[in-house]
């Protein structure tokens, strides 16, 4: 997926520094940055060379831009022509004083960002919406490259320099140091001519960036503890690269400084933002193959840098849209493409994270909280509504959204589809002048105790086109009314008896805890698909189950997260690996990984066929994993791919109409453009909550009756629960709500309730988990609670849950 943008008609002449206005004249608004004469030159010939450099910028191509106003998902319409640096940066020190002068600090002084004119956002296709993806470039795709320009020598090392700086902080005189960071940073070839390990190497391939790693990270890390002077000089460096780099098609060398750019912690600042926002800009503009070194490259930086260079474009983020300080920037209406830009550099990280394993940092740490509190329906809107348009929405870098966001837009998304169906229902009813009827708004599934399963299949399969209104359970028999309880009963009751062992839809495997498709063979899926349902529909009302699927399973149910028009189309279908099996059956997988790395002979030690044998209902049955598999050895020439087509067909092939039944049932409740925000770990969190606890949160949100939180009984209550170790802290949640994670909203969410109970002090205390509820009877010490709790939850199973 690329992040380039179509070209833009713009004139050649707004690239020029100060296009339109005579050459060294000051901007009234945003002044230009002029070139500094040489020392003892004459006036006529610094004009000469002006000039000059004036007709060669006219020559220069315009800069790749977004046809269309793209950054309008946060000021829609603005579609301004843009200008360079040069309308925004104030004039540098325009002549230089003499030699004498030449170690003083160049005053930066910070640009009139209020008058910087609208930039063209680069906006990627909106319905292109999965996440960026570089794996499906070749390993060694090259643009075009022009030719690498020559290289000044630079001899200074890293020892060098950390002497110059170390001399420079015992004697105060900065001017080596000075010229060092003022000298490298003025041009792309001089930062690579600092930073490359090798001048005379090409380093053109996307597994070395050829950077000297070690010596940016200590020449950044000496900056922030440098004079003023020095630091405002690499920014002026720094305008002045950019300003030059605008010369169409990108050599290594250019990406290389990019690479190393990006990196100045300078950026955290908010008065460096200006630059940054141009740095990111540039970087976002080019082509997909540069972009595909570029993430390549980023996936060698260390974990602790790599988490710094996320955090500082979300910050970036973060401000632009509510700034601490708004005068510190231009107006939103003036930079629209700030925000673009930052994301889709973002997005490169996010490739790049996503191409180890284990990733560098977790996925989450893409996430910004901030995206929480604007008005995410209408990013959903624009992302789905203007799918040719090249309208900018957080939507298309679902990466950056949280879970708890993601959360919202599925709920608001399932509730106007609710409302939308309900509403259907309600004028066809009236269209045929028959008597609305109040039961017609509500999915109403009627099941008895004694046949739980078999009801709820026919319920569910009679009433497929209510499935999208508001669940509401009645058990036959018994009164009462559907508050969410019985709801939440129904779920908990059906999910327990048809995961149970002797029921055979479902393998649990005791290594790792988790349930697994059984292989065997059936002539009716449809409790597969009763099983999808039920998922879809706690989803769907924000129910939250008990179920043990490996992350694989998830993996699967995105494939694809929408379901094809072509029946024939295969779904359910994902790249399995080794990793995915060991979280299922971590044995088996664990004698495949040794398979590996047998350094003997594999073909006469194991004696192995591309064939796998199941035993199904007592009969032991064999299957090719190729054709003629069972006349194919395995050697230590092909046992990768045994390995791998044996891995495919326990995850895939053996269980594939089980799976396929089970996608449909999910997908025929949770069907929505919303699915393809998410990732298969936030399915997961969405159907069965986050493993993480924390019970001081649970402590602030717990409700009580019949008690006071400054009650003792109350008091002894939460230093026990505090002082459990996460094992009994999972217990007790499980004991009082049926399952011991937690929502996504987090603990507040689980509306935790303890209400006294006057039975008597040798009772045990009880849970109502269809109300998260906890009955505790007032005990008259800690260690008689302790005592009691510890073994209530201990022994859950069998009394105490409705």
């Known amino acids: 997926m690329s992040l380039q943008s179509p070209p833009a008609a713009t004139a050649a002449a707004d690239l020029r520094p100060g296009a339109g206005i ?174 490359k390990k090798d001048t005379s190497s090409p380093f053109n391939t996307i597994e070395d960036s050829g950077i000297n790693a070690k010596f940016v990270n200590i020449v950044y890390d000496a900056l922030l503890n440098t004079p003023q002077d020095v630091q405002k000089s690499v920014l002026k460096g720094i305008i002045n690269g950019l300003l030059q780099e605008w010369k169409g098609p990108r050599t290594k060398d250019d990406l290389r400084a990019y690479c190393i750019l990006l990196q100045n912690p300078q950026f955290s600042n908010t008065s460096t933002y200006v630059i940054y926002a141009h740095l990111l800009r540039q970087i976002a503009a080019l082509t997909e193959a540069d972009h ?95 799918g040719n348009s090249h309208r900018f929405s957080f939507c298309q870098y679902p990466f950056i959204i949280s879970i708890a966001a993601k959360k919202v837009i599925i709920q608001r998304d399932s509730e106007q589809q609710m409302i939308s169906i309900a509403r259907q229902s309600l004028v066809d009813k009236v269209s045929r002048r028959q008597k609305p009827d109040m039961n017609m708004l509500f999915l109403n599934v009627k099941v008895r105790r004694t046949h739980l399963v078999s009801d709820s299949l026919d319920e569910l399969a009679r009433k497929r086109a209510d499935l999208k209104k508001k669940l509401k359970v009645t058990f036959v028999g018994e009164a009462g009314l559907d508050m969410g309880g019985l709801t939440k009963e129904w779920f908990l009751l059906l999910i327990r008896q048809i995961f149970h062992p002797d029921y055979g839809m479902f393998t649990y495997h005791k290594d790792s805890h988790c349930h697994w498709f059984s292989s065997f063979k059936c002539d009716n899926y449809s409790e597969f698909r009763l099983v999808g349902a039920l998922m879809g529909l706690a989803v769907y009302n924000s129910i939250t189950l008990d179920i043990r699927f490996p ?144 019970m001081s949160a649970l402590q602030r949100s717990t409700q009580y009756e019949g008690y006071q939180k400054t009650d003792l009984t109350i008091r002894y209550f939460w230093d026990v629960v ?26 507040a969410d689980l509306n935790f309730k303890i209400s006294k109970s006057d039975t008597s002090t040798n009772w045990l205390p009880v849970a109502h988990t269809c109300f998260n509820q906890l009955c505790l009877p007032p005990y008259k010490n800690k260690k008689e609670l302790k005592q009691k709790l510890i073994i209530g939850i201990s022994n859950a199973e069998g009394f105490g849950l409705e």
């Open 551 to 694: 992350p694989c399973c998830y993996k699967k149910l995105l494939s694809p997260p929408i379901v094809p028009c072509d029946h024939n189309t295969l779904v359910g279908i994902c790249d399995v690996t080794l990793d995915d099996l060991f979280q299922i059956m971590p044995e088996l997988a664990h004698g495949l990984s040794e398979l590996l790395s047998y350094e003997g002979n594999v073909e006469e030690d194991f004696y192995s066929t591309f064939q796998v044998f199941q035993e199904e209902f007592g009969v032991i049955k064999s299957y090719n994993l190729k054709p003629n598999g069972d006349k194919i050895p395995v050697t230590n020439q092909n046992r990768k791919e045994y390995v791998q087509l044996y891995v495919d067909f326990l995850l895939n092939k053996s269980i594939y109409k089980q799976f396929a039944a089970f996608y449909y049932g999910f997908h025929s409740v949770c069907a929505s453009y919303a699915l393809l925000l998410l990732r298969p770990e936030e399915v997961e969190i969405l159907v069965c909550g986050s493993p993480e606890l924390d």
């Open 292 to 386: 595909h070194f570029l993430v390549h490259w980023s996936k060698k930086i260390s974990q602790r840098r790599f988490k710094q260079l996320v955090d500082r474009l979300l910050q970036f983020i973060s401000l632009r849209l509510f700034p601490a300080k708004p005068e510190e920037f231009p107006p939103m209406v003036k930079c629209t493409w700030w925000i673009p830009s930052a994301t889709k550099v973002l997005a490169l990280f996010n490739a790049a994270n996503s191409l180890i394993s284990p990733p560098i940092i977790s996925y989450t740490d893409f996430y910004n909280s901030t995206l929480d509190h604007i008005d995410l329906m209408e990013e959903y809107h624009n992302w789905q509504c203007y």
């Open 22 to 195: 005579p050459p060294g004249a000051e901007l009234s608004q945003g002044s230009a940055v002029p070139r500094s004469a040489e020392e003892g030159g004459e006036d006529e010939e610094e004009e000469e060379e002006e000039g000059e450099k004036e007709k060669e910028r006219e020559k220069l191509p315009p800069i790749p831009s977004a046809s269309s106003a793209a950054a309008a998902g946060l000021e829609r319409g603005a579609k301004n022509q843009f200008s360079t640096f040069s309308n925004f940066i104030t004039t540098i020190n325009q002549k230089k004083e003499g030699i004498g002068n030449r170690n003083s600090p160049t005053q930066l002084v910070i640009p009139n960002i209020k008058n910087v004119r609208d930039l063209p956002p680069i906006c990627l296709d909106v319905r292109q919406k999965q996440r960026i993806s570089i794996d499906t470039l070749p390993q060694e795709q090259k643009a075009p490259v022009p030719p690498e320009p020559s290289l000044p020598i630079r001899t200074k090392t890293v020892k060098d320099f950390q002497d110059d700086v170390e001399k420079a902080k015992s004697s105060g005189d900065w001017k080596a140091v000075h010229d060092f960071y003022s000298t490298t940073f003025d041009s792309f070839l001089e930062i690579n001519a600092a930073f």
């Open 722 to 747: 505090l002082g459990f170790s996460l094992d009994l802290q999972k217990k007790l949640l499980h004991f009082a709500t049926g399952s011991d994670r937690v929502p996504v909203g987090g603990m």
